[in-house]
T-cell receptor
Framework: LAKTTQPISMDSYEGQEVNITCSHN???????ITWYQQFPSQGPRFIIQ???TKVTNEVASLFIPADRKSSTLSLPRVSLSDTAVYYC???????????FGKGTMLLVSP | NAGVTQTPKFQVLKTGQSMTLQCAQD?????MYWYRQDPGMGLRLIYY???????DKGEVPNGYNVSRLNKREFSLRLESAAPSQTSVYFC?????????????FGQGTRLTVV
């Protein structure tokens, strides 16, 4: 099971781009990188998943370098409503469970 | 399409009382999970059910039991509640097969044991 490391917290202002980096040095060949978002008093929700290079959806972009030892979740032009905890997970179909670390607490200020 | 539904949303128990947290999903998922989340902490896995008819312990199973009643429902039971079990409990479901699909979480049950 690949261990992930991400910052405990980050601060930003409305309208800025936020990049949250996750390191996963022992990622396996068949591992995927997945990010979840959790608002206060709610369960986590899936944001994005990728294997390599770049993945983009309506919420975020995920950048994965060629060595796949890290990944960066990019949130364009954040708003106050993006204040949440963001979790980076590395997993493959051989795993039975979803294991969450402590995540990154993103605080967006006016 | 309700997704994952947890009941109750809030509960206060006295030490030693028992209760069952209910979870149901309507997405035909094969895997279901119970997590607890304490203030300032990430989610810790209590028990999971990889498929109907199977259950396995997670990281923090002591003091809990589970039942996978059918494909839709996965309940968590506290036989003798303790103050250390005060937490927010989340149920989740997903499909595992050739690869992971998106996991869906319920809204949580906020449990206080006094």
């Amino acid at each position: 099971l690949a261990k992930t490391t991400q910052p405990i917290s980050m601060d930003s202002y409305e309208g800025q781009e936020v990049n949250i980096t996750c390191s996963h040095n022992n990622i396996a060949t068949n591992d995927y990188i997945t990010w979840y978002q959790q608002f206060p008093s709610q369960g986590p929700r899936f944001i994005i998943q990728g294997y390599k290079t770049k993945v983009t959806n309506e919420v975020a972009s995920l950048f994965i370098p060629a060595d796949r030892k890290s990944s960066t979740l990019s949130l364009p032009r954040v708003s106050l409503s993006d204040t949440a905890v963001y979790y980076c997970l590395v997993l493959n179909s051989g795993y039975s469970t979803l294991t969450f670390g402590k995540g990154t607490m993103l605080l967006v200020s006016p | 399409n309700a997704g994952v539904t947890q009941t109750p949303k809030f509960q206060v128990l006295k030490t030693g009382q028992s209760m069952t947290l209910q979870c149901a999903q309507d997405m035909n998922h094969n895997s279901m999970y119970w997590y607890r989340q304490d203030p300032g902490m990430g989610l810790r896995l209590i028990y999971y059910s990889a498929s109907e008819g199977t259950t396995d312990k997670g990281e923090v199973p002591n003091g809990y039991n589970v039942s996978r009643l059918n494909k839709r429902e996965f309940s968590l039971r506290l036989e003798s509640a303790a103050p250390s079990q005060t937490s927010v409990y989340f149920c989740a479901s997903t499909n595992r097969g050739g690869g992971w699909t998106e996991a869906f979480f319920g809204q949580g049950t906020r449990l206080t044991v006094v």
